[in-house]
């Protein structure tokens, strides 16, 4: 039976987190007011906010206990900084809020837990620091908080942990058992429309998901990629063109093995403790290799064309294969079943580095980010800036509770101007609107302090929900109706912590639009633009090395180039992760975006695919001279993509597709058998495997040319309508 409208609407999701931020943060704060002092009592109510609104540590226990243990300690330590300096100098406080700030945003690129929490501890350090009170009021303070922290972080372990990600799971787990279901039969349109369904369906859940895991731990970062990855195994099933019901004993054995494993991720991602079959489908892969090179061998010159056909089905069917076994190591990852590899799957890679290899690897993402030409460093510098000027602008006004400028820029700011722009407007409507409701609230309840209490979770409720499943407005109304009930059950004013509320907010309104203009202000379009521009042309650069060394003898190495294309891919994955947490009002495609994204992905593989082919048992360097029309398809296809990405960063339109010569592959295995007097077998053999990785690459400019045009459609579009 189908759920009814209103059921619909409703963010399950979103619901469980307001619900467990509504019983737990009232419950800090109730026994905050009953056993400590007034000191103590904000930072219970805020400090559970942050806990269970605010921050999302996702991975196995353990490790997200680490994560929360650390945020504790350095919770404790932003507390007793922001005390300290409360009462010192202006410039102190200024100057402390920008370089912690900075530290804090910045470092969330080398540990994916410093980047989850940063919003949260900007907030640690901002209260105390722009609520002066004297030395003395530490320990309550740091009473408070560890009051919420007691309280609130066993909460995220007991009561629907994980929220977000569950209902990914779920909708991959769908999507993976349709993908199975298509690769036994990708003849029957049912179960292609149904996969296409699922598919569909999961890629538009993760886009109306708020706080996307984009990355935020090797858990989460693996159930985003996730996403991509089952959406490119659909595309590679149903693409027009070779079919992977190829023909023989050793390509059914490893499309029956494929689909096994899909379906074993499938039950996996669903929450059965089932094993995944990786060993068959890389010993079926293995055999199909090697029996497709035998074949080759044994092909006569009548029979070319036939061959050629059948090596396209098999290319296909092996890239059906390794994207299966791709998507089996994300669902490892994503169900727990073994530790991310890399930087994000390491508990301690900033908190203790343990090894050189860690070392190398935080030293290496510092590096590649430490430059104006990258979305974090341009972000850290925003937020840290907008934070500092805050302070100052909060000092220099005499506002009265100047903390809440520091939150009005931290929830405001975005990382443009035009985006800043719109935030304003819609954090002040919202603002108004909350005031509105809540003096109507306050007037009504008047002094009776039981109905304050009644009001304080329902308030709570609506202001953890609306973010993340209304708006932003929503959420800035819903918070500054949590704000009047709150305050007044601290201190009771009324009303008239409504006009302070939105003085601060208005003058945290104005620090954000400095900042927006004058910091950085082309904003996410120009760096998408950059990044997408970068990963292409980085992407094809290795596309052409390692081709050319398939022709020239050269083995495939991580060399400069290969650093290179890494390097490009990581500053695109900080922008699209960034522009995907942020709404920032540009008008951009996110689905051709994601597509875009995982193009340096696709020819980072290929080009590994190729440089494996010179380390073959069979191989034989066919030289460049002898292949002048497979060396014109590398230039071409390359090309390609080098003016693809230089197009999207100009703002051309794309060239059209690469189409390749049909004579090319019988030419090519003909080639084989005149190869047996001359050059060897192998020599022939190599052309068709480097040309069928050139295909493949061909067979994507179409995709990405489409997405290539919708990307910035809307902006154009909108750009036309003003003009």
Known sequence: MNPSPPTERIDPAALRVALRTAIFMPLSFALATAFLSADARAMAAFGSFIILAMVTFGGRPGPRL??????????????????????????????????????????????????????GAVLLLALPLMVEVPASAIDDRLAGWLLASALCIPATYLLWRLPWVGELR????????????????????????????????????????????TGATGVSAAIATLVEELGWLYALITVPGASIEADGRHAHRLRIATAELLDCSARALAGSDVRLPVEPVE???????????????????????????????????????????????????????EKAPGVLGKVWTWVALRSRGQVEAAGRLITEHANPRSAWFQNSVRGATGIALAVLAADLLSVQNSFWVVLGTLSILRNNALGTRESVWRALGGTLVGIVIGTILIDLIGGDRVLLWIALPLSVLFASYAPRAISFAAGQAGFALLVMVLYNLIEPVGWQVAIIRIQDVAVGCGVCLMVGLFIWPRGATALIRRSLADSLEAGAKLVRERAYGVLDGRAGVENRTWEEAVAASDRLDSVLRQFLDESTGEKIDQEALLTLASSGLRLRRTAKGMGRIPVQPWYVAPGRDASPRLEHLIDEVTGWYETVGGGIERDEVPPEPVEVDPDIPRALVTQIDAGREGEGLGAGIARVWLYENLAYLSELSARYERHARDLFRSEREAEAQSG
Not at 293 to 301: F, G, M, Q, S, T
């Open 66 to 119: 680490i994560a929360w243990l650390s945020l504790v300690l350095g919770g404790c330590a932003l507390i007793t900084i922001g005390t300290l300096l409360s009462t010192a100098p202006t410039a102190a406080g200024v100057a402390a809020a920008g370089i912690v700030s900075f530290l804090i945003f910045y470092l969330g690129v080398v540990n994916p837990y410093i980047a989850a929490a940063r919003s």
């Open 170 to 213: 779920r909708q991959e787990a769908r999507a993976c058992g349709a993908l199975a279901d298509l690769v036994r039969d990708p003849g029957s349109e049912e179960l292609r429309d149904r996969a296409y369904g699922r598919v569909s369906t999961l890629r538009r859940r993760y886009l109306a998901t708020p706080h996307r895991p």
């Open 283 to 337: 010993s079926a892969l293995r055999e199909l290799v090697d029996g497709s090179a035998r074949e080759l061998v044994e092909i006569a010159e009548g029979d070319a064309e036939a061959a050629s056909r059948q090596l396209e089905h098999e290319f296909r069917l092996r890239k059906v294969a390794y994207a299966a076994l791709d998507s089996a190591r994300l669902v490892a990852i994503a169900t727990e079943r």
